[in-house]
RNA sequence: GGGCUCGUAGCUCAGCAUGGAUAGAGCGAACGCCUCCUAAGCGUUAGGUCGAGGGUUCGAAUCCCUCCGGGCCCGCCA
């Protein structure tokens, strides 16, 4: 028994009012209302009919509820009141929480988790971060937003593919490796345990860029690298390759920090070399997309039409024949469809934090390949995110990708976020004085941006100092442990409460904040029902599923009750809107409804043994429902912090 | 110039998809609450012409139009 049963017992009573009474059966909405007082549902039908009707809808609801109120036996529901031209539901809560609780202890694993997905296969990519450098704040966002998504498709019973790309071609890493073999940088870092994606980001990469101004001749070179590394068999290719998988591991290492996971890595190398281009570029040329200009400033390139005027024609292939970028990003995204055959061989590339292996796209037809029996694409739907810069490239895609047919446009969804930026405050750190201006943007190239292990670091340190002070018994390594999922919680948490569409204003000092709207704060509530169900009669309470759940009437308990049973719509709309926030919102509201019940309803305390017996098996079903909500964020569940 | 996007309390943000009852949180500020299940908590007070104007509607923070302000994107670079 769940919010959602009870919604369909509404609709249903309406419905059929709407049918004995004489009114048309239209579209209305059932919601919570605004206030406690008004009930438990309402209904907006009344005000929908008045409209067509030029009846008040005072009259409607009054006549509607009426023909409800017979209907009423038995059901779930004990009263439906016309009010201001709302018909106003309240619930038998004496029913309703019996069923619910039971309901949520006898399904601990997977209470909450809905079968929308139906096992459909959804390919996410995410992170795909260039690797020459380290995670800042900025990636944070994508490898969380990322994986929280595929926690939600997971928990929605989707079949899920995570997908990394790597882009070991690009001139990000030609800049490195010119650094390394035409301006003297050491290949290994010269501070000792520094990291060799830091390495590699905020020293070699800042600074050959500020000698690519000085020097002209350095910044000749990197053509000359960049060729090198395309064509795939010299030195200084095999060099940009051993760094580019020595990058790439640190900055694994970080993703995993963060409990991220990952089914395959793509590299670029191997869609170029797949020669997946030419046969989408065939595909393209017979559905009429590209076409070939024989005038203009475009002359002897092969185009894609930009939609009407509004936007410029944008090349496919240059004049000289060789193709653009997007001729990278069009057969990946034909092949993350499974529109075009799949040229690619798989390895085990590595075992990942969670057990799970992590795989890479080969070329080479080896031991390895095919025969693991693993398909990676051919997602029925595909996701990717990338941030807000990059909606009109992914338009276009997305647009060409529905032309080929098989496609659609909803099929391939680009997943939009904005910008992490950097606080006033924090610029300040960086010597950097922005006047009036709220934020401002991290650049890469300068090094300006706050890097994500020292974001980690920093809350790592703070929790730990915390939870030694309420827990000055606890060994170094229990400490360590927790102030780990703490960190992680707290930058998790941080990083999905807020809309995609949003700038993220990174204040350093408020991010260490594990108080008020964060995620430690849900951790807490759990560790608090934790405590009070250890120090309680256990062996009685274990598997027990019903106890005298009725005799919960006070309004905390009922307002608990009601936020555990709204967990499975929430994960369900949450999947359906790809909106992670949602969810971070729903635990946050679940947190607070427990930290209300803990402040006003003693639970050990309490004399009666059939009222105290309920409450904890109320206290674990909070417990099990803020667990599995966790589950989907990435954030553990603490017993003691 | 064109396209996309944001604008709600001092600050950071929910609410907007599907219009509805007195616009909600957190931080910050002031003041309270641990002889009682972890005070990483809870409460009280102060703080709002929901960017501006117009329109649609019985009803607009929510839908439409115009304007203002911030941000991003518009290369035969990737």
Not at 307 to 331: F, H, M, N, Q
Request: proline residues 3%.
């Amino acid at each position: 028994m769940t919010l959602r049963i009870l919604l369909h017992e509404v609709r249903e009573l309406v419905s059929s009012a709407l049918t004995s009474a004489g009114y048309p059966v239209i579209e209305f909405d059932v919601s919570e209302p605004p206030q406690h007082a008004f009930g438990d549902l309402s209904c907006n039908v009344a005000f929908l009919l008045s409209k067509h009707l030029k009846k008040p809808p005072t009259k409607i609801a009054t006549e509607l509820a009426e023909a409800i109120r017979p209907r009423l036996q038995g059901s779930y529901i004990l009263s439906a009141d016309p009010a201001g031209g709302y018909i106003n539901f309240r619930a038998n809560h004496a029913r309703l929480s019996p069923a619910t609780l039971s309901h949520v202890l006898s399904n601990p694993e997977n209470y909450g988790y809905p079968n929308s997905g139906q096992d459909m296969h959804i390919v996410i990519e995410h992170t795909s971060i260039n690797p020459n450098k380290a995670l800042h704040v900025g990636h944070m966002r994508n490898v969380i937003i990322g994986d929280t998504l595929y926690r939600i498709m997971r928990a929605t019973n989707h079949r899920t593919t995570v997908l990394n790309y790597i882009d070991d071609s690009g001139v990000q890493i030609a800049d490195i490796v010119v650094g390394f073999k035409f301006a003297g940088f050491p290949v290994a870092p010269p501070t000792k345990n520094q990291k060799f994606d830091h390495y590699c980001g905020d020293e070699v990469y800042v600074k050959i860029n500020e000698i690519y101004e000085k020097d002209p001749q350095v910044a000749e070179k990197r053509k000359l690298v960049l060729k090198e590394i395309e064509e795939g068999k010299s030195e200084i290719a095999r060099f940009a390759m051993e760094i580019t998988l020595r990058v790439l591991q640190e900055q694994l290492k970080t993703c995993w920090r963060m409990k991220a996971h990952y089914d395959l890595l793509n590299f670029e190398t191997h869609i170029v070399g797949s020669k997946l281009w030419s046969k989408a570029f065939e595909l393209l040329k017979s559905n009429g997309i590209a076409k070939y200009e024989t005038e203009g400033k475009n002359k002897g390139c092969w185009v894609i039409e930009g939609k009407e005027k509004e936007e410029e024609d944008k090349v496919l292939v240059r004049s000289d024949g060789t193709a653009t970028y997007i001729a990278k990003d069009i057969p990946y995204a034909a092949w993350k469809l499974g529109l075009v055959e799949d040229p690619f061989y798989y390895q085990e590339y590595t075992k990942q934090w969670d057990g799970s292996t992590l795989y890479a796209t080969t070329l080479a037809d080896g031991s390895n390949s095919k025969s693991i029996g693993k398909k990676f694409n051919g997602g029925q739907r595909v996701i990717t995110i990338i941030d807000s810069r990059q909606s009109r490239l992914q338009r276009i895609i997305s647009q060409v990708l529905s032309k080929i047919g098989v496609g659609g446009s909803h099929k391939y969804f680009h997943l939009s976020y904005e910008a992490v930026t950097l606080s006033s405050d924090t610029a300040k750190e960086f010597g950097i004085d922005i006047g009036d201006r709220q934020f401002m943007h991290m650049s890469g190239r300068k090094g300006i941006y706050v890097n994500a292990d020292y974001v980690l670091d920093a809350l790592h340190t703070k929790a730990y100092k915390e939870v030694k002070t309420r827990n000055p018994d606890f060994s170094d390594q229990q400490l360590n442990k927790i102030a780990d999922e703490i960190s992680i919680s707290a930058i998790r948490y941080n990083m999905i409460k807020q809309d995609l569409d949003k700038i993220i204003t990174f204040d350093i000092k408020e991010s260490l904040s594990l108080e008020g709207d964060t995620g430690p704060y849900l951790q807490y509530a759990y560790a608090r029902s934790q405590r009070i169900l250890e120090k309680s009669e256990q062996s009685i309470i274990a598997g027990k599923t019903d106890f005298a759940f009725d005799r919960l009437t006070n309004e905390s308990e009922i307002a608990l009750i009601k936020e555990i049973a709204k967990l499975d719509l929430v994960v369900e709309n949450a999947a359906k809107s790809l909106c992670p926030k949602s969810l971070a919102r729903y635990a946050y509201n679940l947190a607070m409804a427990f930290n209300l019940f803990y402040e006003k309803v003693p639970v050990l305390r309490e004399q009666d043994n059939e009222v105290r017996m309920a409450r904890l098996g109320l206290v674990k079903a909070f417990g099990i429902a803020l667990k599995n909500t966790l589950e989907v964020l990435g954030i553990t569940a603490l017993d003691r912090m």
